[in-house]
């Protein structure tokens, strides 16, 4: 009776419209503007581009519409939405809550620094053409400054999934994605106008064959699978919030297309100017804080470009943000049935406990490793590469051969249904199994 009630109170996003921005809004992050162009750059450029492309159309549609479907039909976070399956898949709930509280622990501070660059090119604190590697990592070096700007970033974050969902991450995502599409379009197009911008476009455009390996491939899948935000339930969350009308088939496909859009949309605005000023396209993390700020410095209204990407890069992390945080709290929410206001702050909290190590891995912390990587790149890593995909394969395997997914949540073309049943069952699991044993050097 308590259950039946509070599923009554359930919110439900308010337009279609809505939805596509929140979970556009949960895809397209730093994914799509930090991470996406460097490892392109560091894969070969085109060819990474086209195994993404492919791996995204033909194997991570599945699982994204599987956490659609499995949101939409128990209409519960990741926890309880396990639980109604049956109450012995809890632990699976639990391993993908444990992803949320990884990924914000490096997803966050990497935020950070994004509000700090704010500040650097909005109040000019330092000079535009002085603004160097040293600069970023001075900063990062610090013990305090890197984890106030964490701290801010997290805030800004927490503060629209404790207005809720309706008055907090969908006003959010409806002003913000928006705004953020035309400042992206704004900036590529005049990347394209830098002088020898047909070198990034060639860069980015023209498949190198020699360059393929099978780590191009997996690199590809776990950039998808993460750019896509697959693998921890955001998608059963977000999905949860959705009328039992509405067409997840639809949705899906047009964040797949406008995910993708967006991604190379911003390889276009990084490229052809990392190119016209002679820049190294493979720099790696520091592509987009360390290479593009030389760019920046050495292009007329330098201070405004660079304030201008920075925001954009800013609007990007928060909107993910804010459905990292969401998946956790929708999470605890339902299973301990306290307020959305106290799970926020016990989310919130517990998260900044594990922002301290993460950021001081750049600065006092960074001799102390665990398997050669940092405290930063252990999380990164045990998410990105251990826990996405094994949740991933958990989630296929779980909700294609025991929940068996009602039809008409789905489609009514029975063809359809029949082939994403027979993907989900026997095609994506081991593809994800082998690939992420292979991943792991098991193989
Ligand atoms: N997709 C986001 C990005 O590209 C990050 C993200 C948000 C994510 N929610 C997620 C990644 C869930 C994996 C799982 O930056």
Redesign the pocket.
Known sequence: MAIERSAAKRPNWSSGFAFIMATLG???????IW?FPYVMGQNGGALFLLMYILLTIFICSVPLLCELLLGKQMRRGVIRSYEKINKKFSAFGWLCFITSIF?PCF?FVVGGWTVNYIFIYLFGTIPVNEISQATFETFAAQPVAPLIMGIIFLVLCAIFPFRGVNKGIEQANNIIMPLFIIMLFFLAVTGLFLPNSIEGLKFMFAPDFSKFTFTTVLTALGQA????????G?LVTYGSYLKKDSDIIKSSGLLIIGNTIIAVLAGIMIFPAVFSFNLEPSAGAGLVFITLPKVFAALPFGQFFGLMFFVLLFF??LT?GI??LEVSIAAILEKFKISRKLATVIMSSIILVFMFPTTWSFGFLSGYKMFNMTFFEVMDFTASNIL?PLNTIILCVVVGWILKPKMELLTNNKKFYDVFNFLLKFIVPPILILLMLFGLGLV
Do not use: E, P, Q
């Open positions: 949960s895809a397209v992050g730093l994914g799509n991470r990924i997803y699978l993460f750019t896509l935000s697959v693998g921890m955001c990007a992390a993910s459905s990292l996405l």
